[in-house]
């Protein structure tokens, strides 16, 4: 799982959650993957993540490397692009657990995949 | 009247004679009957029957009023001539009654229009259930009532301009309910106890003790509309006090209409049949059309009118027998269809799925050519869910954007982390992404898995939910129909030309049915055929290294008719349609979000 696809998931859809966001992370296992680097991408994609909720997972896996805020004019700033393109997209948690926020109930991460199915007493039916 | 106008009158009227006519029918002249007939206002225009009788009964009493349905003209009619004759004297060319105020023009008629509004209006006769007390209680304690409740501006809440109190527990108009865990501090008032004792000794109510009261306080021309008081709320029966003015209730069933006059101090007991099966609602308006039992219309103004409605709260369920419109049994039946889907899913898509991953993945790679393109005309910097995404032969082919996938099946998933693919388990039922976070959506051969109407809506609704305003979304689920425009689609091509390497075995019987859910069943489709059924099993079969079959898998599928995807789709508020087509034996839609249409 990428911290991309965490800045999106929640666990809402749970009767009795009401946000169900940010997720915590609980990682066993985090691996680098390469992914080719787009500044242009990288870019577009900073106005539309939840910043605070970015820098808080990344901090939770010991990445440090992100400012609290995002930098003025960052589409020019190579460097800073990078770093977030290295957050968003080659850091992958393989085993671990997110966290519901409100419940606690925990969904496994499995081979780096989330399983965030929930049982038929979990939903509204 | 000078003879130049006379000239004109007398051509206008003939030209409305004829209109007449044509619109009912009914032949009309200046020839005098008891008849008149508005020949250029009716129900189209406004005009009703309440303003009718309010000028034209000044000439006499009315035995009829009718206003015709989507016409513009409508008619009255006087016990005596000379009545008729008074008032076509006096209002003929000068009421302004018509359209933007502008004068009635009138002649006689010979009849009456058969097919009125009012013909399915009954007045002679109760709703069963329904009880009237007249006289109920004494003027004296209507004042006293009245004074428990003053209206001041602190007090009421405005709904509607109808002002309503609530003692006991707060009765919601939105969803004409009460929250049975939240009683209010101010009970039903101490002074309203001596109906209780009148009704137990007078009625058949030996035990009714209501614990909710409503007040309202209608204005002048103020109505409620036709409601059902919900069954779960409340118990059996329901009465409401009308006090200092009377009013015409109306209870509808059907293509009944039953109109009821409630005088004041009256007691209104609403129980069985009235107080389940049929609406109840007040015309807004200034005064009431009354039949009288002599067969004459009057009006009945309305004054300043107070309903004090007592009801007492249920505990549980209701369990009458008037299903259409009782929310306990609607809730029960549809909660139990849910169950019967889930499980058919369970053990029909998702099991199913799991078990025939590997095999499935060797046969799925060619991506349809239009869900490309799709796919490709998404910017770079964009986010795409693919739900259902099986395999995820739709992802990775654009490289600008981000594209999750997400699917019921581990073993599935599985193969998408091997290619590098982003993805999450999940139920699309569900989707565990935030709302308006997506681009583009696409769901390509999966909510025809989903085992109901309302999950097949509910997993649209979700993908809908997740994308952002002006997003995009691409639907792909099979057709029932795989002929279309007299082209086999390759579905059915392939029984010539897989046969032996794909199904060495064909169902024999075209009748066969499977058993899926307590006792239901449903029928076995014969592969590489067009489909007989909507709801159909359809085989997989599970070979092994030896090519011949080894195990046969039963898929459940809702195959779709022409136009019942975008039907589905439109029941949407936020979502506009932008092309429907079929696509390689599929319905497809391209849906686009927008925002919530004003309503
Ligand atoms: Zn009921």
């Given at each position: 799982m990428k911290l991309l696809t965490h800045n999106m998931l929640t666990s809402k859809c749970m009767k009795g959650v009401s946000v169900g966001y940010p997720l915590s992370i609980k990682a066993l296992d985090i691996r680098t993957v390469e992914v080719e680097f787009n500044p242009e991408f990288v870019a577009k994609m900073i106005p539309k993540i939840d910043w605070a909720v970015l820098c808080s997972a990344a901090e939770s896996l010991g990445k440090t490397e992100l400012p609290k805020e995002v930098i003025d004019n960052y589409e020019n700033d190579q460097d800073f692009l990078k770093k977030v393109h290295h957050i968003l997209l080659e850091v992958d948690v393989i085993d671990g657990e997110l966290v519901c926020p409100e419940t606690g109930r925990k969904f496994p991460i499995n081979n780096g995949i989330p399983n965030m199915l929930l049982n038929e007493d979990e939903i509204y039916l | 009247m000078n003879q130049k106008c006379a000239k004109k009158m007398e051509r206008k009227l003939n030209k409305l004679k004829h209109v007449v006519f044509k619109e009912t029918g009914i032949v009309c002249s200046l020839n005098p009957t008891n008849n008149i007939v508005i020949c250029n206002a009716g129900l189209v225009n406004g005009l009703s029957e309440e303003t009718i009788l309010e000028h034209f009964s000044v000439y006499g009493t009315l035995n009829n009023i009718v206003l015709v349905p989507g016409k513009s003209c409508s008619f009255v009619s006087y016990v005596e001539l000379d009545m008729a004759c008074k008032a076509y004297e006096a209002l003929n060319g000068q009421l302004p009654i018509a359209q933007d105020n502008k004068p009635v023009y009138l002649l006689y008629a010979e009849r009456l229009p058969q097919h009125s509004i009012d013909s399915r209006k009954v007045w002679d006769e109760l709703p069963g259930g329904l009880v009237i007390l007249d006289d109920f209680i004494t003027e004296n304690e209507e004042k006293l009532l009245l004074s428990l409740c003053c209206f001041d501006d602190s007090l009421v809440s405005q709904m509607k301009n109808r002002q309503v109190r609530h003692f006991g527990y707060e009765f919601r108009y939105d969803n004409n309910n009460v929250d049975k865990d939240k009683p209010l501090d101010e009970k039903i008032p101490k002074e309203c106890d001596f109906l209780w004792k009148r009704l137990h000794e007078n009625t058949d109510w030996k035990q009714f003790v209501p614990d909710q009261l409503t007040v309202n306080h209608y204005s002048l021309g103020q109505g409620i509309p036709h409601h059902v008081d919900t069954h779960s709320a409340f118990e059996d029966p329901i009465m409401s006090l009308s006090l200092n003015s009377a009013v015409v209730i109306a209870f509808k069933r059907d293509d009944r209409d039953i109109c009821v006059k409630l005088p004041p101090r009256s007691l209104c007991i609403m129980s069985g049949e009235t107080r389940y099966d049929w609406t109840h609602g007040i015309i807004p308006r200034k005064s009431d059309v009354v039949l009288s039992n002599t067969g004459s219309y009057t009006l009945l103004p309305r004054g300043i009118r107070v309903s004090f409605t007592f009801r007492k709260i249920r505990q549980g369920e209701c369990n009458c027998q008037y299903t259409r419109n009782c929310d306990s049994y609607i809730r029960k039946n549809n909660s139990e269809l849910q169950i019967a889907a889930s499980e058919i899913e369970r053990l029909h898509v998702i099991d199913v799925y799991e078990n025939i991953a590997l095999h499935f993945n060797e046969t799925r790679n060619k991506p349809w050519p239009n869900v490309l393109e799709f796919v490709n005309s998404f910017d770079v910097g964009s986010v795409m869910l693919d739900v259902?995404?099986?395999?995820?032969?739709?992802?990775?082919?654009?490289?600008?954007v981000f594209d999750v996938g997400c699917d019921t099946s581990c073993a599935l998933l599985d193969v998408c982390k091997k290619n590098g693919f982003e993805t999450f388990l999940t139920n699309c039922l569900q989707l565990p992404f935030k709302d308006a976070v997506a681009d583009g959506v696409i769901s390509i051969a999966v909510i025809h898995h989903l085992a109901s109407e309302e999950r097949r809506l509910q997993a649209i609704e979700e993908m809908i939910r997740i994308l952002k305003v002006d997003g995009r979304a691409l639907i792909y689920v099979w057709a029932?129909?795989?002929?279309?425009n007299n082209e086999k689609t390759s579905y059915i091509k392939q029984d010539r030309k897989n046969r032996k390497s794909d199904t060495d075995v064909v169902v024999a019987d075209e009748n066969s049915e499977a058993p899926v859910s307590k006792g239901m069943t449903l029928p076995v489709h014969v592969n590489r055929t067009q489909f007989k059924h909507k709801d159909v099993l359809v085989p997989w079969r599970l070979k092994n290294q030896q090519n011949t079959v080894e195990d046969t898998f039963l898929r459940f599928y809702h195959v779709f008719e022409e136009n019942e995807l975008s039907d589905l789709c439109s029941k949407l508020e936020n979502v506009e349609i932008e092309r429907c087509y079929y696509d390689q034996g599929n319905w497809c839609v391209v849906l686009r979000k927008t925002l919530i249409k004003n309503s």
């Open positions: - | 259902g995404c099986g395999n995820g032969k739709y992802l990775g082919k654009n490289k600008h029932k129909d795989q002929h279309k």
